[in-house]
């Protein structure tokens, strides 16, 4: 599934936006926002792949968003003017769309972002192994393949590898545009996990070995989408447990 925002000071053009990511089966809507700055929240707070910006806006243009937002996410740029399209371009976005926006013009957009992104996770997980980060006045490497979950704790993050753990100065949003997207979840404002190393899921928990690691209601639904990926099985139980609210 594709994450994908939109950003629009106009609420209609919002509303044409989730409406046409309804009918795509591999976009996951997560919401729009009339804010800029209340994008820029999430995108920095979670993985999204794709945006649908808007250009002229009040307070900051689409074009000086971009610059904010980086390079990892795709960019569908979403105006009723063609005069932005060249600076646009040299500013390597997936596509740019005329408003008003049929949803045969959107899907193909969509495909478009679908294949790029598709592209960059298997670059990212072929090159992205391993890396290195500091620890006091030394650098160590953290080995992914072993990498159990990741905690944020304040300006720090302690990474926990099977028989280690290294604090390192930084934050979970520096950290997690490092990490494969398809292997790593974030599960809660301050906890990361490897798919791959959950022993077990409970209805507000999930368990990594002898650690106990909180599912936040904000994180769980993208929990539930993930696991139907990832696991061979998507099962009621799963899905139930999750769901349901914490300490019930």
Known sequence: MIRTI???????????IKTHASKV???HFLGGFTEPSEALTILHNDQIDLVFLDIQMPDISGLDMVRLIGKKTQIIFTTA??????????????DYLLKPIGFSRFLQSCQLAKERVSLLSSQTNEATKQLFVKDGYQWVRIDLDQLLFIQGQDNYVRLCESGKQTLTRMTLS??????PTNEFIRVEKSFIV????IDRIEKHQLIIGTERIPVSQAYRINLIERLKNFMPYSGRNVKDSLLAPPNT
């Open 194 to 197: 490897a798919i791959s190393k």
């Open 6 to 16: 939109a950003i629009d000071d106009e609420p209609v053009a919002l509303e044409i």
């Open 81 to 94: 003017f063609s005069d932005y399209a060249v600076k646009a371009f040299d500013l390597a976005i997936t």
């Open 174 to 179: 520096d950290l997690i545009g490092q990490l």
């Open 25 to 27: 089966p591999f976009l």
